[in-house]
């Protein structure tokens, strides 16, 4: 699934079963790294100092959990469910560092619907096919199209 296959306004309840599912790619770069720690205030370094990240357990700088959660949250409002989701909750569990270079792969698959109109999505994040993150998100999703 892509983001020009989402229907105009998003997904809304009744469009969407179980298994549906949408990703994203993304690259990590020293830019990108640098905007998200401008944006959040995590000027950690850990992610912004080489000298200081080659010291660490990590032997090297890593981006910030959270600009990878980020990307999920990225297809949860631009692709699945889409425009007009509003997030209700996220579970996130860490498993690898991600480091510039990497090519992030954001997926979220609907695992349950609920006719209250909240939606469970398994979200994860992958470079190289093996799991950063992983969690769950609570979605409610509208029930019908608002109008032009």
């Known amino acids: 699934m892509s983001a020009s ?3 105009q306004g998003g997904y809304i309840l009744d469009e969407l079963s179980v298994g549906m599912s ?8 020293h830019e990108r790294i ?6 959040s205030g995590d000027f950690n370094p850990l992610h912004i100092d080489e ?13 910030h959990g959270l600009l990878s959660a980020s990307f999920v949250s990225a297809v949860v409002g ?3 469910p889409g ?9 996130l569990n860490f498993h690898k560092p991600v480091r510039i270079g990497d090519l992030v792969t954001a997926r979220v698959t609907v695992q349950s619907i609920d006719p209250s109109a909240r ?4 979200t994860e994040c992958l470079v190289q096919d093996e799991p950063v993150l992983e ?8 029930r019908r199209r608002r109008r032009a």
């Open 5 to 7: 296959q989402t229907p």
């Open 22 to 29: 949408a990703e994203l790619q993304v690259l990590i770069t």
């Open 34 to 39: 640098m905007a998200f720690a401008d944006a």
């Open 51 to 63: 000298q200081f990240a080659n010291a660490s357990a990590y032997r090297g700088r890593v981006a």
């Open 78 to 80: 631009t692709i699945l």
């Open 83 to 91: 425009p007009g989701a509003i997030y209700l909750g996220q579970t």
């Open 119 to 122: 939606v469970i999505l398994k």
């Open 135 to 142: 969690g769950e998100a609570t979605i409610r999703v509208p």
